[in-house]
């Protein structure tokens, strides 16, 4: 049994992730907790503890964040979370159980690490401001933490960033707040980071819902699929708002390691104007495990049979 903290920033994978994660059975969720970067946090902590009541099994507390980024995320991705919150699915009891703590996410995770009698993998599917938070408050918590698992950065000449001021090296979720890569990679914690190499390789397509939508009688297929509809699939080309299954790549990896390919690599973040947030591949540099190839085939169909059990 995998005893995961949960740190997500409010995009449609970002709750599709959290979903999975309920119903993996080798898998003892401790806590959630909400970053506004990539969606609004209002909507984002209402629809985690609606997704946690209508398909969690035990109670799961929800944070919210009081972490602010260096790179907003564009308004229209941001939306995303409030038509989460506002599927029927989620909203027929006309009731919210979950508890939300009181106390900020980062503070929230020490709380929960510290309580732990084993030890913690933490899962991050948004920028790493509320760990580089936790690290500086509370140093005891990094030998209570088997790994970081972290959605973010790449190593390709050209990331997912189309910004004023930036190169378009980097990867979204380290650009947000490169400052808070560079403070997790002076840990010592282990890091495996599933970077763009691998995620470019399941993007959401019209084969990926069609398939979905066949099997729609299954409520948490037909759930993954409603969540879905709020993104653009990739048709013709690549555009900056073609989606990819990012961060259920990284939430699946962690159920079922077998899925990807993992390699070690030095790395360096770089903090400064125009490639902040980007990561260079250097012989001193601290070491990660980049996971940089998918069984594109063997996930989908894991992701799937998963949403197939509600
Ligand atoms: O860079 C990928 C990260 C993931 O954690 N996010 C989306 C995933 O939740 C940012 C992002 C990059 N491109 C996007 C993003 C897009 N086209 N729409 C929404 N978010
Ligand atoms: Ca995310």
Redesign the pocket.
Known sequence: MKHIYFN????I??LV?LFLLLQMRNVDLIGVSVIP???YAEPGVSASRKIIDRFGKSQVEVAESNSRGVHPFPKEWRMHPFFVDALPILNESGKVETPLSPLPAHQHMIQKIRENEESTTLLF??PLTDLARALDEAPDIEDKIEKLVW?GGTFLDVGNVQEPEHDGTAEW?AYWDPEAVSRVWKSSLTIEMVALESTNQVPLTIDVRNHWASLRRYTGVDFVGQCYAACPPLVHIETNSTYYL??VLTTASVGNKDLVKMRQVTSQVVTERPSQGRLIEEESGRPVHVVYDVDGEAFFGYITELAKRV
Request: proline share 0%; aromatic share 6%; no cysteine.
């Open positions: 997500h920033d409010a995009g994978d970002d992730s970067a990539d969606g599917t948004g959605m979720n990012w961060d």
